[in-house]
């Protein structure tokens, strides 16, 4: 680096920047990737070396720029020249044909060109970019004021510090673009299950993180969490005639624009844009609320006018409620397969997310205690994805003198064994192992393990009360002549089934392992004993002393596996498993390679990967996950917000990678 000369620096360093933000828009943009992350690092590691070396070289728009900067002592006030304005918002399709209906009237047009948009449940920002560069970037604020976040917005690598050239348009010196702020789902989820575990309360939901994100003062915040954008707006008069064309216009200054827009020419388009983002919401990588609909001729857009805050071309056509109160009626137990029994709240039925909700989950009688429910309460429900949606508080102020405490049951509702609360357990269980509801869920349970397509809980329950199974390995003993008899079963259905049953006769050791049902024994433990004994034999004749001794599996688990497999009703459900024709796989797993006998951690929130793609990663190297730091862990790769593990890792002495480290060492 020192041989160099400033002007030789000078071309390379232009050369880099280039170079960087073509990968940059291809990523973002294009959703394509040329070369690797870690090649990638490299190049923008080089790019900093030279920038140290020659420090008068630096510009505000280098790559290098985005690590945020010193914390600040406040926020500095900026005024919009143009007003950020809020949208009007409609809830249903008489309020949405009202909307067009004024607006088509006012137009004096015999139809509008409409654009649809979905509605990002995020944090709008307005970006100012001046000869180019990225210049402030402002919060909303009142709309006419907002605080320059500048410095956390230039961590977002989704936002370009440099927009492209368009050599088919001159621009204006300055350009200013409107856009929204978000955390995808996965990061969301990541970040909150790490949070969980090192003792932290969880984000509410992922725009709370986006908005507190970027107005911490400390810039590094924001540089920590995996935060992205998408631009919907282009303020700025480039001799566009349509939004459409403007969003064209956003994505080749190098934007990510709003996914899932679409032009629509009718009302009826609308609706039938409204329908499909509602069924496709919960599959979507971003968090949303509505869709936005905007008159598309930006000629008529603007000769519409504002009425107060709001566009009159514009409108927000919300989802139904995600969060709604209704009234606690009573409180059903369910038993589940380890005989662990959960409150389910049976409320008035209220809409929630587009269907009827009657069932709100309550988690244990912790849950119930620190929520403070009685039966009788009016309570808030939140549905962010689950399918049961759960009790997130309660308006006390609505509480009745009727409202009666929630008492637990001291008898199974099943079977009517008593109930007891295990020793440093949560849950109350039933004691009785052969209860009908414990039954059902073992088998459900072992179903789903096996991959056997068509067999549910109807179908099991069916099966169980008619006697024709019992326990899970009956399930391969079952004919298509038995089930020809029953309720909803036909020949052909019968046929079909038996043979799914037949196909999945073969199972990898650690799915059969999870299949077992073992008290604390999820995937991840159950590649942990498969990866370490290799065959079932060894797995089950394993000593309490040696199961504790495997990295990742502490006392707890290495007494529950100990004991269930020296458990006599084990040993036959062992042997008729055996009987009826199930073969085990004996676990196969990639020892040679650079990773090969050194056991990983993860910890904090990955930017570049997935938590599962890391762990594949690993893996694909000879390597192992564990879940817990120990003096055995070859390494703990931290990422944006570690928990506990890393504290442990430091009071231990163990290696603790930064994720550009884990890159690295991967390449």
Not at 147 to 165: G, Y
Not at 373 to 392: H, N, Y
Not at 549 to 555: K, N
């Amino acid at each position: 680096m020192s041989e160099i000369t400033k002007a030789q620096a000078r071309e390379r360093i232009e050369k880099l920047r280039e170079t960087i933000a073509h990968h940059r828009y291809l990523y973002h943009v294009l959703d394509r990737q040329e070369i690797s992350d870690a090649a990638l690092d490299s190049l923008k590691h080089e790019l900093y070396k030279l920038e140290q070396t020659f420090p008068d070289l630096l510009a505000p728009d280098s790559p290098t720029q985005r690590v945020g900067g010193e914390p600040l002592a406040k926020f500095e006030k900026v005024r919009h020249d143009a007003r950020m304005l809020s949208m009007e918002d409609v809830f249903s399709h008489e309020e949405f044909h009202a909307w067009y209906s004024r607006v088509l009237e006012r137009s004096g047009k015999p139809a509008l060109d409409l654009y649809c948009m979905v509605k990002l449940d995020g944090l709008a920002v307005s970006l100012i970019y001046r000869d180019g560069v990225l210049h402030k970037a402002a919060t909303r604020g009142d709309g006419n004021v907002g605080e320059d976040v500048t410095q956390n917005v230039k961590t977002i690598d989704a936002v370009p510090l440099r927009l492209r050239v368009l050599p088919h348009k001159r621009l204006p010196a300055e350009i200013v673009v409107r856009g929204e702020i978000y955390m995808p789902v996965a990061a969301f989820e990541r970040m909150n299950k790490e949070r969980v575990k090192g003792g932290e309360e969880p984000f509410a939901n992922p725009r709370n993180v986006a908005a507190g994100s970027i107005r911490q003062l400390d810039p590094s915040v924001a540089a920590r969490r995996p935060l992205d954008f998408y631009a919907w707006d282009l303020i700025t008069e480039v001799g566009a005639h349509t939004h459409e064309e403007e969003m064209g216009i956003l994505r080749e200054l190098g934007f990510k624009v709003t996914p899932e827009s679409a032009r629509a020419t009718t009302v009826e388009h609308v609706e039938t844009y409204w329908q499909k983002l509602t069924k496709k919401r919960a599959q979507l990588p971003f968090w949303i609320d509505g869709i936005v609909v905007r008159v598309n001729d930006n000629r008529v857009y603007a000769d519409l006018g504002v009425v107060g805050k709001t566009p009159r071309g514009l409108v927000a056509w919300k989802f139904p409620a995600e969060e709604v109160t209704t009234v606690v009626r009573e409180v059903e137990w369910f038993v589940g397969r380890t005989g662990a029994l959960t409150p389910v709240a049976v409320v008035e039925p209220t809409a929630l997310g587009g269907t009827t909700v009657r069932h709100a989950s309550l988690h244990n009688m912790d849950e119930i205690e620190r929520l403070g429910l009685r039966i009788g309460d009016t309570v808030v429900l939140i549905k962010a994805g689950e399918i049961i949606p759960k009790v997130l508080r309660v308006v006390e102020d609505l509480r009745s003198k009727d409202a009666k405490r929630i008492v637990p049951p001291t008898h199974c509702p099943i079977c009517g064994s008593p109930v007891q609360r295990r020793q440093g357990e949560v849950a109350l269980v039933c004691a009785n192992k052969r209860c009908f509801a414990q039954e059902r869920e073992r088998l459900l349970h072992a179903a789903r393990a096996f991959e056997i397509d068509g067999l549910g809980e109807k179908i099991i329950e069916q099966l169980l009360s008619v006697g024709l199974i019992a326990t899970a390995p009956d399930i391969f003993a079952l004919s298509a002549d038995e089930l020809a008899g029953l309720e909803r079963f036909a020949e052909v259905s019968s046929k079909k089934l038996t043979e799914e049953i037949q196909r999945k006769k073969h199972i990898s050791l650690d799915r059969f392992v999870v299949a077992l049902g073992i008290p604390h024994v999820g995937e991840e433990t159950a590649r942990d004993l498969s990866r370490h004994f290799k065959t079932f034999d060894d797995l089950s004749h394993a000593s309490r002393e040696e199961l504790e001794a495997i990295p990742g599996i502490g006392s707890i688990v290495g007494q529950s596996v100990a004991e269930y497999f020296a458990d006599p009703h084990t040993k036959e459900l062992l042997d008729a498993y055996k009987k009826n024709g199930v073969h085990l796989k004996a676990f196969e797993s990639t020892r040679s390679g650079t990773f090969s006998g050194k056991a990983f951690v993860l910890t904090g929130t990955l930017e570049d990967m997935s938590r599962e793609e890391a762990k594949a990663r690993i893996r694909a190297m000879g390597g192992e996950v564990s879940e817990t730091v120990s003096k055995k862990t070859f390494a703990v790769v931290a990422g944006a917000d570690p928990g506990s593990k890393l504290a442990r890792a430091e009071k231990l002495g163990v290696r603790v990678l930064s994720e550009s480290d884990f890159l690295r060492m991967l390449s």
